[in-house]
């Protein structure tokens, strides 16, 4: 400790720079002299700057096209600092096949890269530009697996991404008496920390979801939206919607799991019920999408407008950033249009949101706020006011099958 305190005040200060969030906040209990570097370098401060902390846009993905697209406020050159966009052309050698965003987690994207030949994933980070081209496991190019990425900036520079059968479609026709998921499942992990997959069990605390037979729910009619695509980290925990509505939150100090029970029956699924589960202001949201906020008139209100609105804003995509700027890039809830309409609930009418089309693109992870779309118009839906501010059009000029996924992008400057 003698040997520690006498270190030079800039060599210290660049030593403890390096550290996670909460080790570094630690790090000030440790002697007077530590302590004063921490606070008379704004170490914390400068640190915290770093960590996501606001909202920057969404990365979308559509039914039938090759790449993803960035929808975003569009902010001057000196308040848009980094320019992002869905073609990820930081990446080298320049991804060549059909690419999408397959998750994000605090600042950090996973992109793949689904080429004729052999696929690609990537860990992205679009504000540093910096990304890892992570081994790809034979097992990921099944459809029945999908990646899931866990990141906290604040505790480590260290990231896993999750592979797990989400759904028991393999499992043999005779074993559809079985229960699922099994009491010891098996996930396949990658860490940063080594860059290798391992295989990692988890056992299950309480009791299953149901028998194979009741989840594969195959008699579903189709989606181009992925029903149980969504997943969240917190605290230390990973929560995952799963294939026949329900949840798993899964401990990944322990590798253990548990079973969560969906607020939506499962016979309601075939009637087209969907949920949504996502990080928010309180922690992790499980909800049922909602019912029609908006009538007809309030949608074609907009897409009379649709080419003036598409290049306008307030948000764009990122083929039309030059097109309009603005100098805040951050969304406020206090900006943009607002537009005037009932509770979640008083409107029951499907016909009125074109249900078929309609799609949650994710929930806001500091506010009380859910983003939707439906006939290419995003808006914003606060949950405890029941206001509705629009935010503009989503499909680019040469597209115009709808939105298959999206994921909200909190940007993270610090290097992963």
Known sequence: MVVAAALHG????????????????????????????????QLLLHLRRLLPHSVRGFF????????????????????????????FNFLEPKPYGECMVVDHCNGLVLYLVDSLFIGELHACNPITKRSVKLPLPRVLRGREH?????????????????????????????????EWPPSEWTWHVFSSRTGRWRE???????????????????????????????SAYWKGALYVHCHGEYVTRMSLSNAKYRVIESPIDRTECYNG???????????????PVPTPILGPDDWWGFVQDYEEIKHAGPWILDDYEKRKTRDDVEWSSDDDDVIQAGDWNENTNDDDMYPDTFHVLGLHPYKEVIFL??????????????????????????????VCDSFVYTPCARLA
């Not at 988890?202 to 969504?230: H, I, K, N």
């Not at 949504?276 to 909800?287: E, T």
């Not at 206001?387 to 059009?393: D, E, M, P, S």
């Open 273 to 287: 019920v969907k949920s949504f589960l996502g990080r928010s202001q309180k922690g992790v949201y499980y909800l």
């Open 200 to 230: 990692r069990v988890f056992v299950r605390e309480g009791e299953a979801a149901g028998t194979v037979a009741d989840l594969l729910m195959d008699s579903l009619g189709y989606s181009a939206e992925p029903r149980w695509r969504f």
């Open 146 to 178: 999908r990646p899931i990425l866990v990141f906290d900036p604040a505790v480590s520079r260290h990231y896993q991404v999750f592979l797990a059968p989400l759904h028991p479609e393999t499992v043999q026709p005779s074993d559809e008496s079985m």
């Open 373 to 402: 779309t439906t006939l290419s118009v995003a808006v914003a839906y606060h949950l405890n006011s029941s206001k509705v501010q629009f935010l503009g059009i989503l499909n680019p000029d040469y597209h115009n099958c709808g």
């Open 60 to 87: 979308v993905n559509y039914v039938d096209h090759y790449r993803p697209h960035f929808f975003a406020r569009p902010a001057a050159p000196a308040a848009a600092g980094t320019k992002i966009n869905g073609e």
């Open 10 to 41: 800039d060599i210290l200060a660049g030593i403890l720079r390096r550290l996670p969030a909460r080790s570094l906040a630690a790090s000030r209990r440790v002697c007077k002299a530590w302590r004063a570097v921490v606070d008379e370098q």
